[in-house]
């Protein structure tokens, strides 16, 4: 059974950061590229980072780039979300997604992890 | 970035009724379109994929067409277990996109 469990959220000052942890189990997270999508409360989604299986490549949009990293550490099937100079805007549950192996569509998500910028 | 335009934004119908709802992007997504339903408290779940192509373990009173630029999601047979938020989202370009979604509600 494929389980994303995220951790590592909380309340956070502005301009401070926070880091997102996602362990993955239950396939070979190796093969499979992941990403981090967003929630804010009441609200639409909106995608935050991709990864390539390998980690050589990451993609993000323009509302996190250079703020936000996203990394992971596949001996550890772990995925991660890297937040610097947060913005009361980033207030959010945070999803850790797999993307299909053939299509980039979004087949896994975990429970979400609630962050909250706030002073 | 793509724009995705989400319809209706809420809807409200009768138990085995059939309800659509409609995406448009504002460029062509070449059938690189995804739809995801969100029960209330819980992450969403992928229904659709390539536009039309059913998730595992989707029912079939689910289904997806389209092209281009404008794609719908079918319920036929509406059940009480349908009531949810639906989403649409494009993979066709980086950043990935998502409508604004659509509440459903049981009259």
């Known amino acids: 059974e494929v389980q994303l469990v995220e951790t590592g959220g909380g309340l956070v000052q502005p301009g401070r950061s926070l880091k997102l942890s996602c362990v993955a189990s239950?396939?070979?997270?190796?093969?499979?590229?992941m990403s981090w999508t967003r929630q804010a409360p009441g609200k639409g989604l909106e995608w935050v980072a991709s990864i390539t299986n390998s980690g050589g490549s990451t993609y993000y949009p323009d509302s996190v780039k250079g703020r936000f990293t996203i990394s992971r550490d596949n001996a550890q099937n772990t995925l991660y979300l890297q937040m610097n100079s947060l913005r009361s805007e980033d207030t959010a549950t945070y999803y850790c997604?797999?993307?299909?192996?053939?299509?980039?569509?979004?087949?896994?998500w975990g429970q979400g992890v609630m962050v909250t910028v706030s002073s | 970035d793509i724009q995705m335009t989400q319809s209706p934004a809420s809807l409200s119908a009768s138990l085995g009724e059939t309800v659509t709802i409609e995406c448009r992007a504002s460029e062509d997504i070449y059938s690189n379109l995804a739809w995801y339903q969100q029960k209330p408290g819980n992450s969403p779940q992928l229904l659709i994929y390539?536009?039309?192509s059913l998730a595992d373990g989707v029912p079939s009173r689910f289904s997806g067409s389209g092209s281009g630029t404008q794609y719908s999601l079918k319920i036929n047979s509406l059940q009480s277990e349908d009531v949810a938020s639906y989403f649409c989202q494009q993979y066709n370009n980086y950043p990935y996109t998502f409508g604004a979604g659509t509440k459903l509600e049981l009259k």
């Open positions: 239950g396939f070979t997270f190796n093969n499979y590229w």
């Open positions: 997604t797999r993307e299909g192996l053939w299509v980039s569509s979004f087949d896994y």
């Open positions: 390539d536009a039309n």
